[in-house]
């Protein structure tokens, strides 16, 4: 199954850039009965950044399956490079990471597999501030899930489709029009000019 490990890999460019790979391959990580591993993964020990230093950049990329953000939120995957910038205030989270999950079609409730690109740019504060919603604990513990979990609610606020041209849901029957055709009797009008129908029909 899925496993962990953090891996630097020893690539120091220019300019006090530092990298490493943050993937699911590995040990020690906890999994739930339904697969997804737990959140301790997002967890990143960024002391050595802290004692680098002003100016120095750690790049992590992340490739990480089925995770358990929070308890209200699962990813299929989440994919992409973070970049960890060390400033006077802390650390700068900055990345664009994609985030897979599940939704419903807002006209058929479907299951829809999403693809969010969050777009990450934080001051996590060290020593923790006021200022700033986020922060690093005492042991250089940065934890993502937190600001995932914010961003993955606010990219899952906007309606999906299963597909453009979903026809959606029977309004009398329920019945799936992308699948059957209920023989309801039909009713192109549009709901919202139904009332104005039936007055219209009462002069008649
Ligand atoms: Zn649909
Ligand atoms: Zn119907």
């Known amino acids: 199954m899925h496993k962990f490990s953090y891996n630097f890999c020893n690539v120091f460019k220019p300019s006090a850039v530092s990298c490493s790979t943050l993937t699911a391959e590995g040990r020690d990580v906890k999994h739930y009965t339904n697969g997804y591993i737990g959140n301790r993964v997002l967890k ?59 939704d419903v079609c807002a006209r058929c409730l479907e299951t829809v ?37 914010e961003e993955i609610l606010i990219a899952a606020e906007h309606n999906v489709l299963c597909r453009e041209d979903c026809k959606g849901l029977c309004m009398d029957c329920g019945a799936n029009l992308n699948e059957e055709e209920c023989g309801c009797p039909e009713d192109d009008i549009d709901p919202r000019f139904a009332q104005l129908k039936a007055l219209r029909g009462s002069e008649e």
């Open 44 to 102: 990143l020990n960024v002391g050595f950044l802290l004692a680098a230093g002003p100016g120095h950049i750690h790049q992590t990329s992340l490739d990480i399956p089925v995770i358990r953000v929070s308890e209200d939120t699962d990813l299929e995957y989440l994919r992409g490079t973070l970049r960890l910038s060390r400033t006077q205030e802390g650390v700068l989270v900055q990345g664009d990471l994609h985030a897979g999950f599940e």
């Open 113 to 149: 597999m999403r693809d969010e690109v969050l777009q990450l740019q934080e001051l996590y504060a060290h020593p923790p501030s006021d200022m700033t919603e986020f922060s690093i604990d005492e042991d250089g513990i940065l934890d993502l899930a937190p600001l995932l979990r």
